[in-house]
């Protein structure tokens, strides 16, 4: 959005995508010359054709695509089962890997010369290597923290011609051992402001005071001035309520000069009066407005987010936000979905957290690495805690700049509540390993002392003097003990369940099966570090000294496969599959998370040649008793135990299973489960009915197999085929099945007990898009979903 002197454009359009390698050399000869030899064989000429010319490259065309921002080429692979090829078995899900490059021509207005022009990274997959108009501007390894390259020297504006950003991305390294994409798999900007401008990231904002009454806003604003004379400005502050745009301060004004290229950081403090307080259930927020003026001209405008809320860490009651005991109820989450990999539509990540808030959870952790901005604008916005991670152990150059990246781009964000240093590595409880945290926590706390620092600690508790530099430690799978001892041993140190449970289930599986890498959704096969997230909860309710926890985790993702490798490609850790879908185990946690009344019945009923066995029927509720009918029969009424679920042995006939939850002796909620037909028909319903036509925004439709009573159908497989009619695309399909190698960049996918997924991606022309689903011996489907203007 641009405002006078400052604009930020998205720059995710008309990319063009080359797979594979193209050796370019790391120095030019002086006047770019070269050419390309008879054979066609790749040389310097090619290569500076393809970085630095400004016109289309015949060889651009040559094995080059088009493509949009974000991307994943990774999920656009074949799973395979072989190293050789590129295939990191199951940190990387079985998906090759490789170098990609991106190629993108863009033209700036001659107006623009004599302004500073960045280009700024909000993610690229391991390391990568930026050349704009053939002249190297950085090289980068470290796939999740935002970068910015100034490229205002080596542009060509107006007449000059057109200007050429080259790409590489190597994704054949990885950071972690899941998977990680390969590509620029997040948004990219060109900001533009005047050589005398706020710094990226120019302001930092604290609530130092923080009463029903009033609230003191600290804001801290550093100036940047890249000229080589000094200039004098004006800098205005206000401070509105985010939303409805009603000032809620009097404007402050500092006047200053600064130095022919220097900084020069600003303190203000403004008062808000009855402060409206940010929390998971009134996520209240409020803008601070800086301008800045020179000789009474505004040449820039900055905007920046925040809430007003106080939290703290007690030894005894764990987690205080706005002045009252919180319990944390967490997940662990990585970056990936069905479809689409790690390449994220911003609607993708907002369908994500709101399926999790429905789930009655309030707090995500960004496993292992900081999250996309636009996760925490949405946390934000929509009420959710936040652990921002730090990707490793690392207090080298290269850590401390990951570091800083991270604190200085999120710390105005009220919805994290605390920094995350490192997640289980190798040096933990070691003296050496205590050295290296304690000179990432002090660059944390000089960078941001208003939070907490943690790490996330699968051993080395009480070892090498390695949480004494900590102000929270966190353990991870701490039922094994740790968590408790630790207390005793230690009663002033604070504790965070920061991972959780690792409990292994497959959606509508009711028994292992290890030649297809299912899990049953009974939970009988734990791994060995983990736990139900019933034991995980009960510590938490037992101890408030625990204060929360993150459980492992909230959706299935791909990679670590786990207890079962090849042909399983990816994870059973999730309350929910790699598509969203409910496992059996959602229901437990929320039952347990929220106050609505829930019964929720297992396993399905459709069990052929099963006649009279005795079949194991379990039931998560949170209402007073249960009541379980077969077939109208009155199988027994039994109390509902907190954190616990409720067990009958029924023998299997056909027919209706029905729960009966009740309060006060009346109904409160129930369970069914149905003996059901064959497949017979298509179900389609989108999360929203209205989507954004911006080229980006995405409906996700969950696709369901039905009988010819309407009920889905818990076994069905059929292939499903879409179809989009409208200006809009298909943009990814899933189903769920971690042993699925179906393709998800298909324009099919078979359903795995009776669901798929399939994202409609609206284009940039508004009106209506169709989506239709055909299967064969199947009656099809058919949904109609508005693109429309934002706003």
């Known amino acids: 959005m641009a405002h006078a002197g400052r604009s930020k454009e998205r720059f995710d359009e008309d990319w063009y995508f080359y797979k594979g390698d193209i050796p370019i050399p790391y120095a030019v000869k002086g006047g770019m010359t070269g050419g390309i030899t008879d054979c066609g064989q790749r040389e310097e000429g090619e290569w500076l054709e393809i970085a630095y010319v400004d016109k289309e490259a015949k060889h651009v065309q040559e094995g080059w695509r088009s493509v949009r921002l974000p991307h994943d080429w990774g999920v656009e692979g074949q799973y395979v089962n072989d190293a050789s090829l590129g295939s990191r078995a199951g940190s990387h899900g079985y998906l090759p890997t490789g170098i990609g490059f991106y190629r993108k021509r863009f033209k700036v207005a001659a107006e623009q010369l004599g302004r500073r022009l960045t280009l700024q990274f909000d993610g690229v997959t391991g390391r990568s290597t930026v050349w704009v108009n053939g002249h190297l501007i950085g090289e980068r390894f470290g796939g999740a923290t935002s970068f910015v390259y100034d490229i205002t020297d080596v542009l060509r504006y107006g007449e000059e011609g057109d200007n050429i950003v080259l790409v590489k991305v190597d994704a054949t390294d990885h950071e972690g051992w899941w998977y990680e994409g390969c590509g620029i798999y997040r948004h990219v900007w060109l900001l533009s402001t005047e050589s005398l401008h706020f710094a990226q990231w120019g302001t930092y904002i604290t609530t130092p005071d923080v009463s029903e009454e009033l609230a003191t806003v600290r804001v801290e604003t550093r100036v940047v001035n890249n000229a080589a004379k000094s200039r004098s400005f004006e800098l205005r502050t206000v401070i509105t309520e985010k939303g409805s745009g009603r000032i809620v301060t009097e404007q402050v004004v500092h006047t200053d000069t600064v130095g022919g290229l220097e900084e020069l950081d600003i303190v203000q403090s403004v008062r808000v009066d009855a402060p409206k307080l940010w929390s998971p259930e009134t996520p209240n927020l409020y803008l601070v407005i800086s301008e800045l003026y020179e000789e009474g001209k505004l040449i820039d405008r900055y905007e920046t987010a925040f809430g007003i809320r106080t939290i703290a860490f007690d030894v005894e009651r764990g987690f205080i936000l706005n002045g009252n005991p919180y319990l944390i109820k967490g997940t662990c989450n990585h970056q990936d979905f069905a479809g689409v990999g790690v390449a994220m539509p911003d609607s993708l990540i907002a369908y994500k957290l709101k399926l999790l808030k429905e789930m009655g959870c309030n707090a995500y952790r960004s496993a292992h690495q900081p999250p996309a901005p636009e996760l925490l604008d949405l946390c934000d916005r929509l009420g959710m805690l936040v652990m921002d991670e730090n990707r490793k152990l690392d207090s080298s150059p290269r850590g401390i700049q990951e570091l800083k990246s991270m604190i200085l781009r999120d710390r105005n964000h009220p919805s994290i509540i605390m920094w995350s240093l490192e997640n289980e590595e190798v040096l933990e409880g070691t003296v050496m390993g205590a050295r290296i945290i304690k000179t990432m926590a002090e660059v944390a706390r000089k960078l941001d002392p208003t939070r907490p620092t943690l790490a996330s600690m699968n051993h080395g508790w009480d070892t090498g003097g390695y949480v004494d530099a900590l102000d929270i430690v966190g353990y991870n799978y701490g039922h094994r003990g740790s ?77 670590e496969p786990t207890p ?96 009966v939850g009740k309060q006060g002796g009346v109904i409160a909620a129930e369970g069914i489960r149905v003996t059901t037909g064959k497949p017979h028909a298509i179900r389609l319903e989108p999360d929203r009915a209205i989507i954004v036509a911006d080229g980006s925004d995405v409906a996700a439709v969950r696709v369901s197999i039905l009988d010819d009573r309407g009920n889905v159908v818990p076994y069905a497989d059929s292939e499903v085929t879409f179809q989009v009619e409208g200006a809009g695309s298909l943009l990814g399909v899933g189903n769920g099945n971690p042993s699925s190698h179906e393709s998800d960049k298909a324009s099919s996918r078979r359903a795995f007990n009776g669901h798929a997924l399939a994202l409609l991606q609206a284009g940039k022309e508004t009106g209506p898009l169709t989506l239709k689903a055909t299967s064969q011996g199947l009656m099809p489907a058919t949904i109609r979903i508005e693109a429309g203007k934002e706003g």
Request: hydrophobic letters at 35%; glycine letters at 10%; proline letters at 8%.
């Open 483 to 559: 968590d408790i001892d630790g207390r005793r041993k230690s009663p002033n140190r604070l504790i965070v369940g920061s991972e959780s449970a690792s409990y292994t289930t497959t959606r509508g599986v009711y028994e292992e099966d290890p030649v297809r890498g299912l899990c049953s959704a009974y939970g009988t096969n734990i791994p060995s570090w983990g736990c139900s997230p019933a034991k995980s909860w009960e510590d938490v309710i037992r101890h408030p000294f625990l204060t929360g926890i993150f459980i492992w985790t909230g959706f299935d993702y791909r990679g």
């Open 564 to 659: 079962y490798e090849w042909p399983c490609i990816n994870s059973h850790f999730g309350m929910m599959d790699t598509c969203g879908f409910p496992k059996d185990i959602y229901y437990f946690i929320k039952a347990i998370w929220t106050d609505e009344p829930l019964v929720h019945l297992l396993p399905h009923w459709n069990w052929p040649g099963r006649e009279g066995e005795p079949t194991r029927v379990m039931v998560y509720s949170n209402c007073e008793t249960v009541e379980l009918f077969l077939n109208g029969r009155s199988l027994g009424e039994q109390p509902v135990v907190p954190m616990n679920s409720l067990e009958w042995n029924v023998a299997y006939e056909p027919g209706e299973l029905k729960a």
